[in-house]
């Protein structure tokens, strides 16, 4: 059996100097089979400080960055997607800070793009939503255990191969509670499934309370050669 191949990078959200997951909109977490990657993992994270002028002016809202994670674990080459421009500054700051694992592509060190999701709020309520949608970016650096698709006998004797898009809800303790298929071949989406139901992730809270999360997963079925 191969091993997977996991492309993804992560978005953060820090609320008033809090980390919490953040919210951008939904996107495909794309897996392929057959390299071994490690995933690039947070050490450590500086809170931003929220400049005194856009408090005084009440300026607030969420910066989102784009950047790279380089094989010194440090975050370079970030560049400004979206948010107000007062809060930017403070922001990149705060990220040139972070330290992360750099991550492994069979076993050497690669540098992967990473999204950057920080959220400046004076101020935020104590009653976190049931549920949640987050993105791939999101949802990455939180698995913690994977059971690789089986590539199903018939399958390979027939020449099927292709992406199996499938919908996720992650429990409050992490676990997989429902799958279901959007699109892909019936007999590689079976498979797919029944390996997807057995991951599992680290509990996403926001304001320290678990929440379940929906989540789209794509499965790539390659083509044996």
Same mark, same amino acid.
């Given at each position: 059996?191969?091993?997977?191949? !996991?492309?993804?990078?992560?978005?953060?959200?820090?609320?008033?100097?809090?980390?919490?997951?953040?919210?951008?909109?939904?996107?495909?977490?794309? !897996?392929?089979?057959?390299?071994?990657?490690?995933?690039?993992?947070?050490?450590?994270?500086?809170?931003?400080?929220?400049?005194?002028?856009?408090?005084?002016?009440?300026?607030?809202?969420?910066?989102?960055?784009?950047?790279?994670?380089?094989?010194?674990?440090?975050?370079?080459?970030?560049?400004?997607?979206?948010?107000?421009?007062?809060?930017?500054?403070? =922001? @990149?700051?705060?990220?040139?800070?972070?330290?992360?694992?750099?991550?492994?592509?069979?076993?050497?060190? /690669?540098?992967?793009?990473?999204?950057?999701?920080?959220?400046? /709020?004076?101020?935020?309520?104590?009653?976190?939503?049931? @549920?949640?949608?987050?993105?791939?970016?999101?949802?990455?650096?939180?698995?913690?255990?994977? +059971?690789?698709?089986?590539?199903?006998? @018939? =399958? #390979? /004797?027939?020449?099927?191969?292709?992406?199996?898009?499938?919908?996720?809800? +992650?429990?409050?303790?992490?676990? +997989? $509670?429902?799958? @279901?298929?959007?699109?892909?071949?019936?007999?590689?989406?079976?498979?797919? !499934?029944?390996?997807? $139901?057995?991951?599992?992730?680290?509990?996403?809270? !926001?304001?320290?309370?678990?929440?379940?999360?929906?989540?789209?997963?794509? +499965?790539?079925? =390659?083509? #044996?050669?």
């Amino acid at each position: 059996m191969k091993s997977l191949v !996991i492309i993804g990078v992560v978005s953060l959200l820090l609320a008033s100097g809090t980390l919490a997951p953040a919210n951008p909109p939904q996107q495909k977490r794309v !897996i392929q089979v057959p390299m071994k990657v490690v995933y690039a993992k947070i050490v450590h994270t500086v809170d931003p400080v929220y400049p005194p002028e856009a408090k005084a002016k009440g300026i607030q809202g969420t910066v989102w960055l784009k950047g790279m994670i380089g094989i010194d674990g440090r975050a370079h080459d970030l560049k400004l997607v979206s948010g107000p421009r007062a809060l930017v500054g403070a =922001a @990149e700051d705060a990220v040139h800070k972070w330290t992360f694992t750099p991550a492994t592509f069979d076993g050497k060190p /690669r540098a992967v793009p990473w999204d950057f999701h920080l959220n400046f /709020r004076m101020a935020h309520t104590t009653e976190a939503p049931k @549920e949640i949608a987050l993105s791939r970016e999101s949802m990455t650096h939180r698995l913690v255990h994977q +059971v690789a698709p089986d590539y199903p006998a @018939e =399958a #390979q /004797r027939n020449g099927i191969h292709g992406d199996v898009v499938l919908r996720a809800l +992650v429990g409050k303790d992490g676990h +997989v $509670r429902s799958v @279901e298929k959007i699109s892909g071949n019936p007999i590689l989406a079976k498979a797919a !499934i029944a390996a997807v $139901r057995q991951w599992v992730y680290e509990p996403t809270l !926001i304001h320290d309370q678990p929440v379940d999360v929906h989540l789209t997963v794509t +499965v790539s079925f =390659a083509a #044996q050669k």
